[in-house]
């Protein structure tokens, strides 16, 4: 549940930033440092179980944040150069960013030693 308040709020703040012609990069940094507070809180206390207290797990989210703004950014980028509007560019970058941070959250941010 908690990806899915996430996922509705960020795209839709994402959504927002673009049509106020916002830069594609400005977009993207906003929403994802959004994400990034609601995402570590939610993702690591309910999805992982995890203790979002420790600081190791707090600083592999932040680099995973960084990583997926930047691919978030670049997809878009890459998308808007094949004729694809920016908006619709957004959401195609969805599932495999969502694939992506799950899966690292799960193997390396999050995981259990």
Avoid at 46 to 67: M, N, P
Wanted: hydrophobic share 55%; net charge positive.
């Amino acid at each position: 549940m908690a990806g899915l308040i996430n996922l509705v709020v960020s795209n839709g703040f994402l959504q927002a930033l673009l049509a106020a012609n916002t830069p594609v990069a400005i977009s993207t940094l906003a929403t994802q440092i959004l994400n990034g507070l609601f995402g570590y809180l939610t993702y690591g206390k309910y999805a992982f179980r995890a203790s979002i207290r420790d600081l190791r797990s707090a600083a592999r989210y932040t680099a995973l944040a960084g990583l997926l703004w930047i691919a978030n950014w670049g997809g878009i980028r890459a998308l808007q150069s094949l004729g694809t509007p920016k908006s619709l560019g957004a959401i195609a970058m969805i599932l495999p960013l969502a694939a992506i941070s799950y899966i690292v959250q799960r193997k390396w941010v999050f995981r259990k030693p």
